[in-house]
């Protein structure tokens, strides 16, 4: 007889990702509106690069429940609006 281990499905492919989206969520709910972040300005906050904050958001957008990332625009650096849904 084998044990069958059920696992839940995750968003997030790494731990980097699971922590960025954490962080995300925490900073949306905080300012109780839509979030405009940078990832040169959050880079720090995080134990990220920029750019690992950029491929882990195009990762994760569409696929973290409750946040809404979106690719906003581009000046210098790419802007994701972030939203709690």
């Given at each position: 007889m084998s044990t069958n281990t059920s696992t839940v499905e995750s968003p997030y492919r790494s731990r980097k990702a699971k922590r960025l989206a954490?962080?995300?969520r925490a900073e949306a709910e905080r300012a109780d509106?839509?979030?405009?972040?940078k990832g040169?300005?959050?880079?720090?906050d995080v134990d990220l690069s920029p750019k690992e904050i950029g491929a882990l958001l195009s990762q994760l957008q569409g696929n973290v429940p409750g946040l809404e990332i979106e690719k906003w625009s581009y000046t210098?650096?790419?802007t994701w609006r972030i939203a709690t849904c």
């Open positions: 954490e962080y995300l509106s839509d979030l405009y972040v040169k300005f959050i880079a720090d210098s650096a790419t």
